[in-house]
T-cell receptor, first 112, second 111 residues
């Protein structure tokens, strides 16, 4: 398995507060992704990165921003958390655009 | 964008029987169809994938079939075992890295 860690693994926060989730990989994969998983929706792509400082929006990007200053780290920020952002967030990586995506263990975020 | 529908949402099978999960997609330009297995408390893991130039692919007890004309693809698990119990997701993509996932199928294998 690809060496992917996510932190924190669990977080409870209040509406209106900023939240940053971190994804760290040790595989030197070029592509990194953030998904959210909700019942009845499967996984939905939030943002992805195709290189350092190169990012783009996914299917459900409103209310989220990302940054990638190093190959190994991809940060997801909720500027002002809302209850609708309560979800399980998964980071994934792939060597290239035509390669298998490896998923991290997930972060469970609850916004009260 | 791409819309992927997955059925059934839950599936219970007797150990040793076969399990079949079906997905349909909306965008005829989709050309990559992976299947992921997610065990409780873990991230999804790729179990098999197929590209649009192939109609069927097998890997031991797992097989995937693709019908591009009808825009549907299926996962077949034969001789099911208790360790096959998990949530399975299908996905489709036009450009490999932007995956659109189905809602998932919870498979329970009864001993």
């Amino acid at each position: 398995d690809a060496g992917i860690t996510q932190s924190p693994r669990h977080k409870v926060t209040e509406t209106g507060t900023p939240v940053t989730l971190r994804c760290h990989q040790t595989e030197n994969h070029r592509y990194m992704y953030w998904y959210r998983q909700d019942p009845g929706h499967g996984l939905r792509l939030i943002h992805y990165s195709y290189g350092v400082k190169d990012t783009d929006k996914g299917e459900v990007s409103d209310g989220y921003s990302v940054s990638r200053s190093k190959t190994e780290d991809f940060l997801l920020t909720l500027e002002s958390a809302t209850s609708s952002q309560t979800s399980v967030y998964f980071c994934a990586t792939s060597w290239g655009s035509y390669n298998e995506q490896f998923f991290g263990p997930g972060t469970r975020l609850t916004v009260l | 964008g791409e819309n992927v529908e997955q059925h059934p949402s839950t599936l219970s099978v007797q150990e040793g029987d076969s399990a079949v999960i079906k997905c349909t997609y909306s965008d005829s330009a989709s050309n990559y169809f992976p299947w992921y297995k997610q065990e409780l408390g873990k991230g999804p893991q790729l179990i098999i994938d197929i590209r649009s130039n192939v109609g069927e692919k097998k890997d031991q007890r797992i097989a995937v079939t693709l019908n591009k004309t009808a825009k549907h693809f299926s996962l077949h698990i034969t001789e099911t075992q208790p360790e096959d119990s998990a949530v399975y997701f299908c996905a489709a993509s036009i450009d490999d890295y932007k995956l659109s996932f189905g809602a998932g199928t919870t498979v329970t294998v009864r001993a």
